[in-house]
């Protein structure tokens, strides 16, 4: 080591200028955002070859590393706050966001107990709070922050399987003579269940997947003939343990019908998870409040700021009703910790097998004071009326069709070819009802698969904008989600053109 290195930090002043360069450097970023194009089309390799490929031996100048981020990094990116990428569920980067994630960076807390930071758990059990009144659920909910609802589910289910088998985080399953244990999700529902199934040791097939109607919701009467002929099969070890309803599911924000399925499971003795992590945002609009109807039934519910209430990656929000019944499953407190344990206060440890946590309700105390509940419900409000607006340039076109209703910011949508032999098997623009016939009965199904696959894409490939697709009902279909506020009418009008353009080449 060179004797005359410096040992501390970089100077004060030296800082400071950085952060004028960087607070510029940013500021130009999301100006000049609209600019870029959307996703890169290199082949896989090209952004590790260019960088080097041994570490630094010694120390570079800000400035250069701050140029090789714009020469290789953002070149190499899908800008998911870029306002024409409709992939996914649209993205919710603001500038409020990037102020709380930029005040969070330097206090660099570790808010594991209250001790360790009690501004930090009490900003976390106030910010719950707040999406609990938001979400209308009763007082009895408390929650616990996590990085993802893929994380929430697991902890939700952990806690399903402790009461189902009260000794298995002391003695496992095998110890605890557990059954085999079945959880129930619409085959809509996203791929979290058997994540979580697979790191709790329920397995992967366990986790049964439920028929939808033909509005893509949990079929009731399905639901009910798997749970019975799985109670009927007790005698080979099987036993019902949870059901996932889905408010807000990935391919088309579907909602299930969850007064009902809280019937059942309260007929059946069954843990009831609620998956809002999409759709649960919703209801801070009055005209939502609706998505909520039998939430108050429910075990447990996942709620994802991330996806609807602007806070960004990550920040997800685990309810469970009587959160002890979640402490009792994870708190463990060993020597080196209990000098900064307080029994009487909360310590966010003791709710799930995170010990390091980051400061992540700070950013969201920001987001939600800048825009306040107001301000953010007049955004979701405008990517309904995008939506909608999208669609109805759909049923405008006969050579397009809707594939799904129309739900919250989603639309899922099928170019069905302007050939005439396939026009004439479709309904007319003006007799189309708002969801056409669900893709039966043509021909060459298999080659519109590959053409909508293929639209996709060459739009993404185009650097101009980023859709996604996925499957309904076996067939191939395109699907935008809106949730950027920086996508305005103009460029939703601009992905459509090209949409139909990009048909009509191919």
């Keep these: 080591m060179n004797p005359k290195q410096n040992l501390g930090d970089t100077s004060p002043d030296e800082f400071r200028r950085q952060l004028h360069e960087l607070a510029d450097w940013i500021a130009d970023f999301r100006q000049n955002l609209g600019s870029l194009p959307v996703a890169p089309n290199d082949k896989p390799g090209a952004i590790l070859a260019a960088l080097p490929a041994e570490p630094p031996e010694e120390g570079e100048p800000f400035e250069k590393i701050l140029g090789d981020i714009d020469q290789d990094i953002v070149p190499g990116m899908v800008h998911w706050s870029h306002p024409m990428f409709l992939g996914y569920f649209g993205w919710t980067t603001t500038a409020p966001a990037i102020l709380g994630e930029i005040i969070t960076a330097p206090l660099n807390v570790n808010a594991m107990t209250w001790r360790t930071c009690p501004a930090a758990t009490e900003l976390e059990t106030l910010i719950v709070d707040w999406i609990r009144q938001w979400m209308h659920l009763p007082q009895e909910f408390g929650g616990v922050v996590y990085d993802t609802a893929s994380v929430g589910v697991m902890h939700a289910l952990a806690v399903a399987r402790e009461e189902a088998a009260p000794s298995v985080r002391k003695h496992g399953l095998v110890g605890a003579g557990a059954p085999v244990f079945r959880i129930y999700a619409s085959e809509q529902a996203h791929s979290s269940a058997e994540k979580a199934a697979i790191a709790l040791g329920l397995g992967e097939e366990n986790v049964q997947r439920v028929p939808t109607d033909s509005h893509f919701r949990m079929n009731l009467g399905a639901m009910r003939e798997m749970i019975a002929r799985d109670v009927a099969s007790r005698g080979r070890g099987i036993k019902p343990m949870a059901v996932i309803a889905t408010v807000g599911t990935t391919s088309t924000a579907s909602v299930d019908p969850v007064p009902e399925i809280a019937t059942i499971c309260r007929e059946n003795k069954l843990w009831l998870h609620i998956d809002g992590a999409y759709g649960a945002g919703f209801a801070i609009l009055p005209e939502k409040k609706s998505l909520t109807d039998g939430w108050s039934e429910a075990d447990s519910i996942v709620v994802n700021p991330h996806k609807s209430l602007f806070v960004p990656l990550d920040f997800s929000v685990l309810y469970v009703r009587n959160l002890e019944r979640l402490r009792r499953v994870f708190t463990l407190v060993p020597e080196y910790l209990r000098g900064d344990t307080v029994e009487a206060q909360k310590n966010y440890m003791d709710y799930g ?123 191939t279909v395109m699907r935008i989600g809106l949730g950027n506020v920086l996508t305005t009418e103009k460029h939703l009008g601009e992905a459509w053109e090209m949409i139909q353009e990009t048909a009509k080449q191919l």
């Design 353 to 475: 097998i995170q010990l390091g946590r980051r400061f992540r309700a700070l950013k969201a105390w920001v987001i939600f004071r800048s825009f306040g509940r107001e301000g953010m419900a007049a955004r979701l409000r405008e990517f309904v009326r995008l939506a909608n607006l999208f669609a109805d340039w759909i049923n405008s076109d006969n050579g397009f069709e809707l594939v799904a209703p129309v739900s919250m910011g989603v639309v899922c949508f099928r170019y069905i070819g302007s050939d005439p032999a396939f026009a004439g098997s479709h309904p007319s623009v003006s007799a189309r009802p708002a969801v056409a016939p669900y893709l039966t009965g043509r021909p060459n199904e298999s080659d519109l698969d590959a053409l909508n696959s293929e639209i996709v894409e060459r739009i993404n490939a185009s650097g101009r904008a980023y859709l996604t697709q996925t499957k309904l009902h076996g067939r």
